[in-house]
């Protein structure tokens, strides 16, 4: 069993529980203990937001909500914090300081007129720890987050990551059963970010406790998970781990939210198919090729190519006209922008190093049949890969 397996929620109303059911047994199913954290949950706000979810986890694991603004994510954590079963105990009844439960926040929530170490202190002084165990949870904290030459100054005398720091360690002399964390790095700047996501991945590879996450940043949700549960409208829309997720999108939503820059959808139609795959002459000219399944694809079928702007190439002759808007050189690697002829909608296309074309040029791209993922525009599932086949 892996130390952290992460759930991430894209879009959360509606109810669809029997699916959801589903998805959560097969991430329970991977070993270790049982974790229930979320038990027939019903929210009201003038329509019903959320119905009957049962959630499951393995114990040590981490849930991230990943969810879209419309999502409740954070509605749901509060209800979590109010209504769980938690290490096999129904914590409803208990007071907010008997459930075991910890919570970090965006706003760090510290108390500015304390130190650091009596921000830590607080919570154990209010449930009447000993001062020996209490120094000694906080010498701990302070050691795993580095904050011990802050132990004396005041939030005013910190930064935003030390702050952030200060709120996760004031969590972790808790030592409880679940952490809650909502958004904790979205008031920190790109670089920040960055350092302190390493740091809760460090942090939650030492203390193997598990965790509710709640981020919009699908970064941390691809970087920090063993597994997403992804869904919409109360819907599970796709599970698995992000690799696969982002290799093998269940359909246009899942495609379109996993991954950045988008992947990149073009409209065309079935013209072909043979053992090298399904041809797909694309609207405005061109021709690609996807190696799926063609079982239920015919010949004059209108579908939805997808292709992830790294899965580009330039071509001399065969492929698709790509005519250039403008482009973004990162030093490493180079974006460009753009259109296919005949079709309005923006076109990314993803080259290493280098690369300065200029506006109006007219470039030939194809991709790797087994990289072009094709999907019914009506339904919006994504056709069946064939077995066997690579992945990125």
Same mark, same amino acid.
């Given at each position: ?50 119905? /009957? ?6 114990? *040590? ?10 999502? #409740? ?42 130190? +650091? ?32 030459? #802050? ?9 935003? *990551? =030390?702050? =952030?720091?200060?709120?996760?360690? $004031? ?17 920190? %700047?790109?670089?920040? $970010?960055?350092?302190? $996501? ?12 598990? &965790?509710?996450?709640?981020?919009? %940043? ?28 982002? !290799? ?14 988008? &992947? ?7 013209? /072909? ?10 609207? /405005? ?20 190519? *997808? ?35 005949? =079709? ?21 791209? !194809?991709?790797?049949?087994?990289? +072009? ?14 077995? /066997?086949?690579?992945?990125?």
């Amino acid at each position: 069993m892996t130390s952290a397996s992460l759930v991430s929620i894209e879009a959360l109303d509606g109810d669809n529980t029997q699916r959801l059911q589903a998805a959560i047994d097969d991430l329970s199913a991977s070993g270790g203990g049982r974790l229930e954290l979320l038990a027939g949950i019903h929210i009201c706000r003038g329509l019903r937001l959320r119905s /009957g979810v049962d959630l499951h986890l393995t114990a *040590g694991a981490i849930l991230r909500p990943v969810p879209d603004y419309a999502a #409740y994510a954070h509605t749901t954590v509060s209800v979590i914090a109010e209504k769980s079963d938690i290490g096999g105990r129904d914590v409803s009844a208990l007071s907010p300081a008997e459930r075991k439960i910890a919570m970090v926040f965006q706003s760090y929530a510290l108390y500015p007129h304390m130190s +650091v170490r009596k921000n830590l202190a607080f919570g154990l002084e209010n449930l009447k720890f000993k001062r020996a165990e209490i120094e000694a949870r906080i010498a701990e904290a302070a050691r795993m987050l580095a904050i011990e030459p #802050y132990l004396d100054r005041r939030p005013k005398q910190l930064s935003g *990551g =030390q702050r =952030q720091r200060v709120a996760i360690g $004031r969590a972790i002399v808790r030592e409880p059963d679940i952490f809650l964390f909502d958004e904790p790095l979205s008031n920190l %700047d790109a670089a920040l $970010r960055v350092q302190t $996501r390493a740091e809760i991945t460090k942090l939650h590879r030492e203390i193997k406790t598990t &965790m509710i996450y709640v981020t919009h %940043d699908q970064v941390e949700a691809m970087t920090m998970a063993d597994k997403i549960v992804v869904l919409r409208a109360g819907r599970v829309e796709q599970v698995g781990a992000p690799l696969e997720l982002f !290799d093998h999108p269940r359909n246009l939503f899942v495609a379109g939210f996993l991954g950045s820059p988008r &992947m990149n959808i073009i409209k065309g139609k079935v013209s /072909g198919i043979g053992e090298s795959g399904v041809a797909i002459d694309v609207a /405005g000219g061109g021709n690609i090729v996807s190696d799926v399944d063609p079982k239920g694809i015919a010949v004059g079928q209108d579908v939805l190519a *997808g292709i992830r702007p790294a899965h580009f190439s330039r071509s001399s002759e065969k492929g698709l006209p790509f005519i250039v808007q403008y482009h973004e050189g990162l030093g490493t690697e180079t974006y460009v922008y753009g259109n296919l002829a005949g =079709q309005g909608e923006q076109i990314i296309i993803h080259e290493a190093g280098h690369f300065a074309p200029v506006q109006g040029d007219r470039i030939m791209i !194809d991709a790797d049949p087994a990289r +072009v993922h094709l999907f019914d525009p009506e339904s919006g599932l994504a056709f069946a890969r064939r077995s /066997g086949q690579g992945r990125r």
